[in-house]
């Protein structure tokens, strides 16, 4: 294979400007090639240094290279991969590390498993490069092939070589020569030697294209002259015989060759010539019997590269199945570099290719190599000392198998993949050029020499295997031409010229493409170019030239291709689909000169078109990209969008047009009646210099509704925001809308602004005009943005005389107009003197205010005529202040004004002067607005760092004085004051709230967390008898809540609270107390007694009522008693807990003793339910028979009146039967779900197993290959298959109770981490501890298989896991504390499971 160098002037390969035809006719061969020097490969490095990736990595010299011999003597087993001798040569990255499963060739490329793991697809980008590739049959070469096959009886094509001559070996034994014209010159040996020789399978000719080398199938070699077609060896003892000619390959020494055998080895073949006589010397590179090497490829540099430092060692590069090496062949054999694969796919071909590359402003030979779908690039580098570097640069991840790998130039590779489709690739961008597909070329394969069927079939299995793909001599280049043999034709393969690609497209009528391919071509931005030399200006002026030509015909084509008939949307959708693709390239080229002339004459023709090119300018002039448009066209397209009522889009491109060539007049007329004020005040401006005239017309408008108080209309509102906006801009030297007035008109256009401003009266006065009205007009509309215009304005003067008079003559009359009149606000009228109070605060300031005017001013906004407005003129003031204008006050006089006024915002300014910060407490608590603020005040001095202790003890002090105020405001907030600074004085804060009900909501929000803030109970240490007092008066305000708030408070003394209680009379509080200091028998009497007065009330009462309140008193009382009884039973002993609830038994069935059974009492039933409510709850408890007995040994019941209480004893009886019922069931179900479970576990472990594959899921090899050692091989239930002695290396044991179990090397490395994840997960969760693993039976991995496919066929909860929920939910009921506040306990609960799902059906029964 030839490697030469190509770059942008060198890819005038062959025919690049031939027709197919002509191709066919003369196929010169030796005219097409470039000349390629130093100074050509300058040129390439200058054009693409800023494409040249430089995200790469030296790999380490190797300190001690290894020898050809222990390379050759080390164990290389085929189920190992090599080791590298340089660790650091192997990245991780770079290794595919996927396991194969394939195991035919056939499926290599086939939805398997390993495809799902390729990497993703590169980006589908064939619309951005065209058809880069051009291919053509040589018919010529073809026909003759394919008449030496019928009349010479010369077989099909087997092997092709390409020079300046192309020979194409047959398999019959013949060589066919072909010279540049496709004739066939020379018919080399004879079918008689071909049937001694078999076929030919390898080609190679030399560099100055002299010699043939011919390899055959059984294994012998000739060489011959192809100038005389004479034979000048034939060479049978080179190589071991019975083994064909995989590979056969000059290297640039004439005299020395390589070949490649199918056992795997490889010899060195050096000509000599001794006396006339011509021998041949072979020397054993590498031996098959340490590895098979089935690919190799030398390193061949062109003439213009022979004095390169790397060409003097005859690299030679070789691939065997698992590993690839780089050896030198001079002066000396040296290995310079060893790589292994990784794991690949057995059947995939070993590829390699050298090409000589710019990288780094150097150029050096890069080998390619690759197996499987991931190529991999090494730079070969020489340093100083003489040793060779390799550098790994960026690999490339495919998405398919490649058979056949080819540099077309240095920067473009072409691959072929395992259907035959050849992928054009840009090396540098990795981005997929085009997809050709060539399975018409019946490419001819070499598997047949592979598994060398000639010899007997001897070879081994895998490279048999790799064989069935291998098509290394049907494919040669040269010359930037790649050569494709099929079984009956040749094609040849090159890239396009940049004229070629283009015309290619407009062929196909896409023009489009065809102008942003063109346009990429331009910009240096396109791939693969070929026929573009001379510097970027000249590339770019051809490319231009071509360019307009398309837009020429593009335009004819718009025109033409329009729809005459239908509907106008359809032609302007024509019309917008193709016309902005002409103004966006003539622009890109620059071309307004073309756009406006020959372009808008040839699309105004129609004028649906003219429409859509005017409105496609529209973008260009908003972004000012567009400038200089001819008169014509401007005026155009102000018509055009005009007519369309697009009235907005006309004043965005006015205001961005040079409308010096239109008529002035006439636009400002338009703008006015369409009320484009923008595009108006830009035409007075910009056309004719003149800045005041647009100012008149604005002010006519808004002044006189303004005048007589009118409200102005949104339009006149407008108006006025735009007459504020231009006046600024005029102020401050900018253009309007946009950018700057030229710099020597500013100060004319700044002195004519002012003038116009401070005019006494308008040009058109009425007689009634007041005197300023611009200004007076200017401050009704909007008085502070009108100030803050001249605040900027003010920033900006320079301090000469003209404008300290000019500032002094607009500060006199603003005082003039707005102190003199009535008619404005007090807002107003403080924004006017908050902004003289900023100006006369500069330090530069020349400004003079009389003082007597600000205390007017102050008199006019603290002592007003009405009380209205009160919030606005405090603010007002309070901004006057903060400007700088206290400076203008007496502070004392304003003090005393401001509290008059009950402006306490500014008392409190005025006392955070004077640092007097407890006087600013009574400002908060005087001011309704404010007065909740106080609370964070108060904190924030208190706790920030910055003042004096003086300030906060005094700030202390008045919020102690104060605290009831505070407390009455809002009592959290004063609360969480108190805890927070005034933590050890609660008892004087108590002592100074008299109001008990004030007391009682403090206390509440200080001690009961419920209340929401945030105090810490520890750190506040709150003495026990502040506690009990706040439960004295919860029991007075609040008795219904005291049970509920004990719950809650920590610190209170029980014998005390329980007086308390006892004294306001809260039986239930009194229950719970006693309950909480253990006296569970006093709390008892406590609740029975409650509940016998109720039963007393209920005896007693009259008949007049059906539903009576204190039934329901009954029931509550009575449920609070068996929750009483439930929570401690289970801590007494039988005699205490029947001590509890045979009296309540007792008091509940009184009642029914004392009614008469004739006269049957209202609430009977009732009271039987609950008696019966009871029975329930203390059957938990209580023995049955006890009960019973205790109920029969009654005076009443014992003599006979059994009827009375007979419903209960059945109820009972009832009971007794659902539970023994429900416990059989249940019994039933569990031993029918583990028969079943039994059932299915065994037939699941003793089914037989069904391999998925016929080889080792490590090693890849087949199970037999190590019968001889009597190893085992091993089935797992998931499929995999290994051999013992594999799974040993891997270390795939576990050891259980003493015995060695196999584990699945596959499952395992898959699932291992997802298995730690789920035991951490369980015992974080609680429901697994260290302990209990180590102590429950483990299962084996294949029980646990089966379990886990007993567990998918059976899908939901178990019944146990269902009862064992039931019976957690019961019990956690029954023993729940009695606590108001507290919830239920939180279980992870299988019924809240969102895919729960009750089966009401027995398990499936699987049948075996």
Known sequence: MENEPDHENVEQSLCAKMSEEELNKSFNLEASLSKFSYIDLDKELEFKNDLIDDKEFDIPQVDTPPTLESILNETDDEDESFVLEDPTLLNIDTIDSHSYDTSSVASSDSGDRTNLKRKKKLPDSFSLHGSVMRHSLLKGISAQIVSAADKVDAGLPTAIAVSSLIAVGTSHGLALIFDQNQALRLCLGSTSVGGQYGAISALSINNDCSRLLCGFAKGQITMWDLASGKLLRSITDAHPPGTAILHIKFTDDPTLAICNDSGGSVFELTFKRVMGVRTCESRCLFSGSKGEVCCIEPLHSKPELKDHPITQFSLLAMASLTKILVIGLKPSLKVWMTFPYGRMDPSSVPLLAWHFVAVQNYVNPMLAFCRGDVVHFLLVKRDESGAIHVTKQKHLHLYYDLINFTWINSRTVVLLDSVEKLHVIDRQTQEELETVEISEVQLVYNSSHFKSLATGGNVSQALALVGEKACYQSISSYGGQI???????????????????????????????????????????????????????????????????????????????????????????????????????????????????????????????????????????????????????????????????????????????????????????????????????????????????????????????????????????VMGNKLLVYISCCLAGRAYPLGDIPEDLVPLVKNQVFEFLIRLHSAEASPEEEIYPYIRTLLHFDTREFLNVLALTFEDFKNDKQAVEYQQRIVDILLKVMVENSDFTPSQVGCLFTFLARQLAKPDNTLFVNRTLFDQVLEFLCSPDDDSRHSERQQVLLELLQAGGIVQFEESRLIRMAEKAEFYQICEFMYEREHQYDKIIDCYLRDPLREEEVFNYIHNILSIPGHSAEEKQSVWQKAMDHIEELVSLKPCKAAELVATHFSGHIEMVIKKLQNQVLLFKFLRSLLDPREGIHINQELLQISPCITEQFIELLCQFSPTQVIETLQVLECYRLEETIQITQKYQLHEVTAYLLEKKGDIHGAFLIMLERLQSKLQEITHQGENTKEDPSLKDVEDTMVETIALCQRNSHNLNQQQREALWFPLLEAMMAPQKLSSSAIPHLHSEALKSLTMQVLNSMAAFIALPSILQRILQDPVYGKGKLGEIQGLILGMLDTFNYEQTLLETTTSLLNQDLHWSLCNLRASVTRGLNPKQDYCSICLQQYKRRQEMADEIIVFSCGHLYHSFCLQNKECTVEIEGQTRWTCYKCSSNNKVGKLSENSSEIKKGRITPSQGTSEPVLDPQQIQAFDQLCRLYRGSSRLALLTELSQNRSSESYRPFSGSQSAPAFNSIFQNENFQLQLIPPPVTED
Not at 538 to 546: E, G, H, P, T, Y
Not at 633 to 638: A, E, F, N, P
Request: net charge negative; glycine share 4%.
């Open 483 to 717: 050569f494709y043999l099929g079984t009956k034709s040749v094609y040849v393969m090159m890239l396009r010229s940049w004229r070629e690609r283009v015309d290619h497209l407009l062929k196909q009528d896409c023009l489009t493409e065809a102008l942003a391919l063109a346009w990429s071509f331009h910009e240096g931005k396109a791939k693969a170019v070929v026929g573009l030399s001379g510097d970027a200006s000249k590339r770019k002026a051809i490319v231009a030239d071509r360019m307009v030509e398309i837009l020429f015909h593009y335009a004819d084509r718009a025109l033409k291709k329009c729809p005459d008939q239908g509907k106008i949307q359809v032609m302007e959708q024509h019309f917008q689909d193709m016309v902005p693709v002409i103004v966006d390239y003539c622009l890109l080229l620059q071309r307004k000169d073309l756009l406006f002339s020959q372009m808008y004459d040839k699309l105004s023709e129609n004028s649906v078109a003219k429409g859509v090119f005017l409105e496609c300018l529209e973008p260009y002039i908003l972004s000012d990209k567009l400038v200089g448009i001819t008169p014509q066209v401007m005026k155009d397209l102000i018509v055009h969008f005009q007519d369309k009522k697009l009235m907005e889009n006309v004043e965005a491109l006015i205001v961005h047009m040079d409308i010096t060539s239109l008529d002035i007049q006439q636009v400002v007329l338009m703008c006015w009646e369409n009320h484009l004020y923008d595009a108006m005040i830009y035409v007075y401006n910009r056309g004719m210099n003149e800045f005041i005239s647009p100012m008149e017309k604005l002010f006519r408008v808004i002044a006189p509704p303004l005048n007589a108080g009118k409200t102005l209309t949104d339009e006149q509102v």
